[in-house]
């Protein structure tokens, strides 16, 4: 049954990246004409015309479909139309997509005729993509479906890329081209790592000063509040939840710049040295500020996560000062400068539940035992299988929901086909309870900015996200073999390129379509 | 250079600044230009420049080092916050310390459209890189279109239409190339590295055996029929014809003896005409008037090579590369270096700073011996490589081995270089090359094309 690439035995749901969870398919194929070839509402659908996401994907997935169609073409003569009919159970169509979304769709393909059903838009809008991507062309140009059953839903439900805008600014249209392939993936998350020490580019309305002082370039290497919304939009319209992440207490040098006494200063013996270190905790000042910020941030991200980092916290700037030290004195903190961290986060956590938003926080905030509200998630980022499998155990068993990171940290290049390191990840593969196991939510590619900007940005990032994306989507047991997914993914990327992404090869071969770029 | 400043209009009356430069003078001081020929190893690339008022004047002997001279004063524009262009007087007399300085792109593990391998010209030029080292066929592609042998691309490439150079396709490689004093190396890998010259030449390949039965599978090029060296022959007279640069790169890598041992045939031949090692059969393989260029096994293996072989060193840690270096010229050949150069080994982190470093007259040997170091190349390998991230993963890494190959011996401090190579990146991205970032930073102009 898994045939390979003949015209005549040319099976659909192999073209389909990340692998459905459940199909059936047969050799039994329908041409489609681009010229009688159509979506529509159901009848019984909750959402219909009018309804932005389901209106914007047609238009969107027609393009895609038919890559090689333009109107001028009018000499294929009009036979038997064929129909796509979508129906969804809730009209959601005005909402943002949310944690716990329905993404199921069942899919059902037939003579003249897909019908999609699902809860909501967004299973709507995979199954699109889904079906996107069973459409083929032999030698001749002509368009094909195969005769096909799917069920299909997400085995992860928290499926992300991290693009980190501060140490490379990316324009705009970087982010919407990520968002574009992120969709192609099925990944739902965009965590948008958006400021960190080198750079402070996104625009705050109550605080100007920030990206004025702290960009690369206060005009040209910016996000407008206008360039937030355009990104959170575009995002929605393909099911994809934005996650903003305002990390501190460290990783904040550039936010001293427009913001003075936000961060604390470093003393060399008894005078201060000049250089600064993370944010101060022990001001009020402080915790002033992050309260309007994050009022800000909260109002201008509708998701009802948001990230604020707490990692890789340097203590020794904070010893060398003597009012930190006379303050962790009076809070009996002596000198366990983890506890005077745990009292920061603590402080801006309440902030943010306050605003009704579940925060997402590093690993080293459960490392250093910080109390934190039940429903915080922690994101695990470090080691190797080892290392982040005792962590996984370790922290589901306190009850907590856990994100893994760590072993798709895809900035790390090597030489080879490493992505075959990123597809045979076991995110629920350490010692726990099957409760535990279900406190993993999912997973994130992360593609941090040391190296990479919008000239290498999509080549590193696709398609070896991609192999993450079927191993966060699929069954574990189906998707067991990475040489099977061999030339399904070299397909997938050639596919990718077809669609515009600039997607890497995995090894020595060719796409029928190139890339035709520099 | 003002490729960024939006075009004023011609203004007639505008008047020209007190201190404003308007002319850089070009003087080609020798009597031959060399404007109409192709670049040699032998070409002077050297050049005087001087920016001053009233005129700024760019000397070179020939055409090459005034080119080298223009690039070199659009890299002295600088630009204030308010976009204005400015120069500082300097006095430049700038000549590269290596004869030979390449790359080598290969499309035969992926097919490189032509779009890319201009582009990558250009950002060669940029670099004051003099050669582009063409390895255009091998084991799992020829997208090569021989007018002689044209079932070679038929059956050999990728396919037929879509994945092949015409000859159009070469003229204008090369012309681009010419145009720009890059000379064109094409590279025709034998007797390994052949697998897909099989597919449009019958009996060119050694069928292999096991035990007495061919085995279905085919090796290295058939050393001991007629038909090869007939095959051989006019194959290259075309392509001698084709690459007009007076060097071409015979390959020589890699031979898997194991299929020539298993075949009877070749085993009663080696008897018959006594040789000694197998790699001999090579020195009937190509008679063309060019020079040749092989890599270093051929000469490792003891072949009878002519004197003005260039040897191309790319193996071994680098102790061992050193070694060979020293090996090969003291048996007196030219030698060319690209171990340390192998980009297409990525890695995470500053790599740059490692092919920075390495030089390639850094082995224990004589001045005379020394100078026997032509040059040397940075290898970009196709297993991993196409358009989609070929540039990217090229510049700005390749800029590292330019300095090396140009510049000075002493100039070493990777301090220094990096502000500089920082400067020269965002130079490129603002040409429109996506050279990759070296470390958190920002270009006043960043990348625009997706």
Known sequence: ?518 | MFGSTKKLGLSKSRRTGPSELTELQVWITSPDSECDDYPSVTSDESYELSVDLPFAVLKAPKVWGALHGLETFSQLLYEDEYGAKSVNATTISDFPRFAHRGILLDSSRHFLPIKVILANLETMAMNKFNVFHWHIVDDQSFPYLSRTFPQLSQQGAYHPYTHVYTPADVKMVIEFARLRGIRVIPEFDTPGHTQSWGKGQKDLLTPCYSGSKPSGTFGPINPILNTTYDFMNQFFKEISTVFPDAYVHLGGDEVDFTCWRSNPDIQQFMEQHRFQTRLQLLDIVTTTNKGYMIWQEVFDNGVKLKPDTLIHVWKGNQEQYQNEMANVTSSGYQTLLSTPWYLNRISYGQDWHGYYKADPQDFKGTEEQKKLVIGGEACLWGEYVDATNLTPRLWPRASAVAERLWSAKDVTDINDAFNRLSMHRCRMVERGIPAEPLFSSYCPREYKGI
């Open chain 1, 1 to 518: 049954k898994k045939s390979r690439h003949s015209t005549l035995n040319h099976l659909s749901f192999e073209g389909v990246w990340p692998l459905p969870q459940a199909f059936t398919s047969s050799t039994e194929r329908y041409p489609l004409n681009p010229q009688a070839f159509y979506f529509g509402y159901g009848k019984q659908s909750a959402a219909q015309q009018g309804c932005s996401v389901l209106d914007t994907a047609f238009k969107r997935y027609f393009s895609l479909i038919f890559p090689d169609y333009s109107s001028v073409d009018q000499w294929a003569f009009v036979d038997k139309p064929f129909l796509v009919e979508v129906s969804v159970d809730q009209d959601d169509c005005e909402s943002y997509p949310q944690e716990d979304s329905s993404e199921k769709y069942n899919l059902s393909v037939c003579e003249g005729k897909a019908s999609l059903k699902a809860e909501t838009v967004w299973g709507a809008v995979r199954g699109l993509e889904t079906f996107s991507q069973m459409v083929y062309q032999d030698d001749f140009g002509s368009y094909f479906v195969n005769k096909t059953e799917i069920e299909d839903f997400p085995r992860f439900q928290f499926r992300g890329i991290l693009l980190d805008t501060s140490r490379h600014y990316l324009p705009v249209q970087a982010i919407l081209k990520t968002l574009d392939a992120m969709a192609y993936s099925k990944f739902n998350v965009f965590h948008w790592h958006i400021v960190d020490d080198p750079s402070f580019p996104y625009q705050s309305s109550t605080f100007p000063d920030l990206s004025s002082k702290g960009a690369f370039h206060p005009m040209t290497h910016i996000y407008t509040q206008s360039d937030v919304r355009r990104v959170i939009s575009y995002a929605r319209l393909q099911g994809i939840r934005v996650l903003p992440e305002f990390d501190s207490p460290g990783h904040t040098k550039s936010w001293g710049k427009g913001q003075s006494d936000l961060l604390t200063p470093c003393y060399r013996g008894s005078t201060p040295s000049g250089t600064f270190g993370p944010v101060n905790p022990v001001l009020p000042s402080t915790y002033q500020f992050m309260e309007k910020l994050f009022k800000e941030v909260s109002s201008v991200f509708p998701d009802s996560y948001i990230h604020l980092g707490g990692d890789e916290v340097n203590f020794s700037c904070w010893k060398s000062n003597p009012d930190v030290r006379a303050f962790m004195q009076k809070m009996g903190f002596g000198a366990d400068f983890t506890k005077l961290e745990a009292f920061y986060i603590e402080n801006i956590v309440n902030i943010t539940s306050a605003l009704n938003k579940t925060s997402i926080v590093w690993q080293d905030v459960f490392d250093y035992h910080e109390k934190i509200p039940e429903d915080t998630v922690l994101h695990i980022w470090k080691g190797l299988p080892e290392v982040y499998q005792t962590e996984l155990s370790r922290i589901t068993k306190a009850g907590k929901r856990v994100l893994l990171a760590a072993p798709w940290y895809i900035n790390h290049i090597s030489y080879g086909q490493d992505w075959r390191n990123y597809y045979t990840v076991q995110p629920q593969n350490f010692s726990g309870t099957e409760e535990q196991k279900k406190l993993v939510i999912g997973g994130e590619v992360c593609m941090w900015g040391e190296y990479v900007d919008a000239t290498n940005l999509n080549p590193r990032l696709w398609p070896r996200a991609s192999a993450a994306a079927e191993r966060l989507w699929s069954d574990e047991k189906q998707t067991s073999s990475v040489d099977s997914a061999f030339p399904r993914l070299q397909d997938f990327r050639c596919k990718l390129v077809r669609r515009g992404i600039q997607a890497e090869p995995l090894y020595v071969g060719h796409c029928k379509h190139e890339y035709q770029g520099v």
